[in-house]
C-alpha cells in the first residue's frame, strides 16, 4: 500500500543559452528542467546518483513525455515540481510540472522513468533492499 506523496521544487531562471533565436526557450532544454528537478528532489529526501552508484546501480532514464503547454523566455523564473510515483515494480517514476512564477501558468507537464541496472549492465527485476529502506524511511512504503 502506498503512503505519503514525495514532492520537492526547484526555482530557475532561464538563461540566455537556454532561448532560440525568438527569446523562447527551445523544447529541448525541458529535459535538463527535469533533471535539475530529479537532483532537487534527491537533495531533499537523501536518494542521489551517487547513492545507487554505491550500492552497485545505475539508475537510466528508460521513458520521457512531456507536454509543453506554453513557453518559458530569457530571464522568466520558473518552478519546477517534482513528484515521486509509487510503483510495486523495480523502477523510479517521477511527474513534473513547471510553472511560470510570476504568473502561476502551468507551462509543461511531464514524466520519467528509470529502472535499475547492476554494474554488468544487466536490468534487475527486483526492486534493491536500499531502495524499498528508503520508501520505508519516507513513509511512501507503509
Request: charged share 25%; glycine share 6%; net charge positive.
Amino acid at each position: 500500500m502506498s503512503g505519503k506523496i514525495l514532492t520537492a521544487c526547484t526555482d530557475i531562471r532561464v538563461r540566455f543559452s537556454e532561448v532560440d533565436m525568438m527569446g523562447v526557450v527551445w523544447h529541448g532544454h525541458y529535459v535538463k528542467f527535469f533533471e535539475d528537478g530529479r537532483e532537487a528532489f534527491a537533495r531533499k529526501y537523501q536518494f542521489s546518483y551517487l547513492d545507487a552508484m554505491n550500492q552497485g546501480y545505475s539508475t537510466p532514464v528508460v521513458k520521457m513525455n512531456i507536454n509543453y503547454k506554453k513557453s518559458l523566455r530569457y530571464n522568466e523564473p520558473a518552478t519546477i515540481e517534482t513528484t515521486f510515483i509509487d510503483s510495486e515494480a523495480a523502477k523510479i517514476q517521477y511527474d513534473y510540472r513547471i510553472t511560470a512564477q510570476k504568473t502561476g501558468e502551468l507551462i509543461t507537464t511531464g514524466s520519467t522513468m528509470q529502472v535499475f541496472v547492476d554494474r554488468r549492465g544487466d536490468l534487475v527485476l527486483s526492486s534493491p533492499p536500499s531502495f524499498i529502506q528508503w520508501k520505508k524511511k519516507w513513509g511512501v512504503l507503509v
